[in-house]
Structures are given as C-alpha cells and as structure tokens.
C-alpha cells in the first residue's frame, strides 16, 4: 500500500492520514476535498502529502471516504468507477444501510469496505485531526462478506496497525442500535444546549453557573450540523423510535415529579446506575 | 481556624478535607458521618485526622455540612443549636431556598453561610475525595448579608485559599439558574442511560458500539441516587419548568424529523453551537 487517498481532510480524515503516515512512511497520502481552504490547511499542517484531483484515483492502492454521509452517497459510485480493480475503498461514515445499498449492484462492489470507526470528538476539519484516534477503538464493519478477500485482509491489517477491535455486524443492526447509543446522545446534548441558551438570555449566567457535568452532558453539541442532519435523515425511522422512548421516559420522569412519587425516582436511577458497569472499560 | 468539623465525609467533604489540610497544617479535621464505614475509610484515606460527635462541635472553629439536602434541612438547626458563637457554618447543598428558609429564624442565623462549590464528579464516598477539586471553580454564595461580617470574612479567605471565584446571588435566583445547568444535565443523562439499557438488552452491543461521545452524554447518569433524589424534591418547581422546555424542544425536533424538515434541523443545531463560545473557560 502506499497511494492513499483521503477524500475530506477533515477530523476522521486527517487522523486516519496521520496514522497512516507515521505507521509506514513508504505511504504518499493525497488529499481530495470540496472545500480549497481545508485541503490547503491539511498541506500545511503536514497532514496529506499532496492534493489531488478524482482524475488521480487510478493510481490508488487506498482511498478512504471520510466525507458526510448525503455526500457520501453521491461520491462513493463515481470513486468505485474511477478506481484500479486492485484499489480497497473504505468509507467511515455513521449510516450504514444506505451506502451498502446505493453500491449494491456495482461492478467493484468487491473493492468497497464499509466501515464505521466508533471514534472523534466533537470537532471538525483539519486541525481537528489527532494521532492515535483510533487506538484501543471499535470499529464496526458492515457486509464484510461482499469485499473481495485479499483486500479485505489489507483492511484489517490496517486497522490493526492504528489499534482498533473489529465488531462485524449486518448494516440494519449497525443503523438501529447506533441510533440509541450514538445518534440519540447527540440530539439528546443539542436539545439540551438549545433549552438552557432559550432560557439563559444573559450568557454571564450560564457561564458562571455551569460546572463540569454540564459541560460533559452538552460536549456533543459543539459538533458540526453539515455532519449530522445528513445521518439524523438516513436513519430517520431508527433515530425516531429512540427519541419515542427517551420522551416517554422524560414524561415518565416528569410524571413521578409531579405525583411526589421520589421513591420510584429514587429506584429509576439506581437501576440506570448500573450504567457504570455497562462502561467500564471505554476510554 | 484550627478545629474544622465535617459533616458528611464524601465526595465534596472529603475534597474540602484535603485541600484545607494541605493549605494549612495547623488545622485539625474532625469527620463526623452517619454510615460508619465512610468515617472509617475517611480515616483510613488520611482525609480526617479524627472522628467526631455532635457533641464536640462547641469545639469547632469551623463546621462544613456536606450531606444530601434533605438531611442537611434537619441536621443544620441541630449544628447551628450545638456551635458557639464564633464558629462558621458552611453547608454545600445544590438547593440553597429551603437551607435558607429553614434557619431564617434561628438565634444563630448569622453564623451560617449559604454556598454551592460548583464542582464535583459523578462520584461519591470518601474514596470519591480528590485534592484540588476546587481550583478555578465557581463557588455560589447567597444571603451574604446575613452571616457576620468577620464570619463572612473568614468565608471568603477559605474560598480564596482554594482558588475559588465568587457569585453571590440570591436563593429563588439560585434554584432557578441551576436548575437549568445542573440538575436537567442529569436528569437528561439519566433518562438516556434508562432508554440505552431498556433497549439493548445485550449489553455487549452497548459497550461495544458505545464511543466517547456517548459516555460524555451519559456520565452523569452514575451519579449517586441519594444525592439526587432530594435535590430534585427540593426544586421541584423549578425541575418540572426545565423538564417541560426540554420536552418540547426534543418533541419538535422529532416532529421536524417526521415532516423531513431537515434545513430546520441544521438551523436548530447550528444555532445551538453557540453553546461554545458560551463555555470556553469551563474546565
């Protein structure tokens, strides 16, 4: 392997090139994005090698697709056609049944690995790029069965060299249940910035005010809309029957409040305490 | 201030424990605890250098009630009745209203000081105890002008000496604010730990599939049940109004998702983002 293409330069693009980078430095990484100042910042930053053109794709061994997953779908076809029959495509986005679907029936369905490393922050762009983002995490893939063998094993092996465990899963489970435990934790974090901005008109408040749990609660909605309307839209049905239930829940909650009923607030907690055990053991 | 009293020798106890003996040596710290053990490990930890009673507080300098509120509601006419009349009491509780009102009348009124350290983590016991939890932390003082001058003054020197900024504010002020920043972060990271484990009966797919963000979003939800469970009865007022808010925006998100209004959903999330430049400076 050592023509890389990384199109999108952006936090899961340019921390799998800086990876890449220094685990081989045989590997060139060349970087494809629609937006100029991104890839400029990502040349700068010593993060891709060189920039480059769709029309290059023919001479790479890797391209991996690191883009929103709307884009995603448009790109992936037109990557698959311009490619070598020796080329691996891999993509990272967090919707998975639409882009396995939309390159079902191509001919290089065989050179195109779908993928979703469980990892990022809620930064976005070039210089949100990190080393070892990948280390000691999951990555799910999806319809491993459907991608030509020997590039198949240069896909683990990769992932293996940046660290990850490997979970295979079927694109309709992945979609359901990174809805509950991704997806939801995302609007749930929005939705609570939005109802504490709405009420705190003087900001000095919320500053002085808010400690570290706040803080952690509301992380996820620092994170970039262009990334995330497009996965809230592709898994419209998952991500509503998750929200159904954490608004059932919240009702619930608000209910037991209103009807003084504090011991079964009391149990309500302590059963989800057990939350702790549940983690143990992610970083 | 030699003699320093804590009631309550857990997380926030324990903290203040430490970081008072480390600032000066020639204070002694008394741990006073209904759960045995808790005094025990306290003891064991270092934390306090004895055990107490109720019986010795005439002997202190200093009192600080670091229990659940609903018990410092009972425990602070006994400790304000038990004082002499140049000690300072200090309690720490995340409802500051019903503190105030329930010693408005006391002989001893003056002697106490009404704040809330916003700092923490989502642990408890004296184990829980870290030195430093206080540094360039918010510390929420009400009522001021109702504890004595020179009181007051030993108060601030304290909060100083543990790199402390102070807020005063009024309590219905207090309850209200935090309400918002703190106790809906929890109630909402709790909600999310219930509807993630109701759903993923199989708890290997959550912790395999569950990432940083996730575990950011729920952290909260570890949070001690006897803690919480009498903040959220002493504000209760105040919880429902956010609960209600929170309901709504995350019921309007979802029905933007069921009418494919997606231009609104990155409206909504982008606005939201806002929230960044509104926490720089948390740590």
Redesign the interface.
């Known amino acids: 392997m050592k023509n890389v293409y990384i199109i999108g330069v952006g936090l899961i693009g340019g921390s799998l090139a800086m990876d890449l980078k220094s685990s081989n430095t045989q590997i060139q990484v060349f970087g494809i994005d629609s937006n100029a100042s991104h890839l400029e910042e990502a040349l700068s930053l010593g993060i891709i090698d060189a920039t480059a053109e769709h029309s290059d794709l023919d001479k790479a061994d890797l391209v991996i697709l690191a883009i929103p997953v709307d884009k995603a779908l448009v790109e992936l076809p037109k990557v698959l056609d311009a490619i070598s029959d020796e080329t691996l495509v891999i993509d990272v986005g967090s919707t998975k049944l639409p882009i396995c679907n939309v390159v079902s029936n191509h001919d290089k369905r065989r050179n195109f690995l779908a993928t979703h490393p469980?990892?990022?922050?809620?930064f976005s762009g070039p210089k949100a790029a990190i080393h070892n983002l990948f280390q000691n995490?999951?990555n799910?893939i999806c319809e491993v069965e459907k991608t030509a063998f020997k590039l198949q094993e240069e896909a683990l092996q990769l992932f293996s060299d940046l660290g990850m465990r490997i979970?295979y899963m079927n694109p309709e489970a992945h979609d359901k249940?990174?809805a509950?435990?991704?997806h939801?934790?995302?609007?749930?974090?929005?939705?609570?910035?939005?109802?504490?901005?709405?009420?705190?008109k003087n900001?000095r408040?919320?500053?002085?005010?808010?400690?570290?749990?706040?803080?952690?609660?509301?992380?996820?909605?620092?994170?970039s809309?262009?990334m995330?309307?497009?996965i809230?839209?592709q898994n419209?049905a998952n991500?509503?029957e998750?929200?159904?239930?954490?608004?059932q829940?919240?009702?619930h909650?608000?209910q037991l409040?209103?009807s003084?009923d504090?011991d079964e607030?009391?149990?309500?907690?302590?059963?989800?305490?057990?939350?702790?055990e549940?983690?143990k053991?992610?970083?």
């Open positions: 469980i990892a990022g922050t809620e995490k999951t799910i979970r249940h990174i509950y435990v991704s939801l934790s995302h609007i749930s974090s929005f939705m609570l910035g939005k109802t504490v901005i709405e009420k705190e900001e408040d919320i500053f002085d005010m808010a400690g570290s749990g706040f803080e952690s609660t509301v992380r996820l909605a620092k994170s809309p262009a995330w309307t497009p809230f839209k419209k991500v509503i998750t929200l159904d239930e954490y608004i829940n919240l009702k909650f608000k409040m209103e003084d504090f607030i009391y149990n309500d907690m302590e059963n989800t305490n057990h939350i702790k549940i983690l053991g992610i970083a």
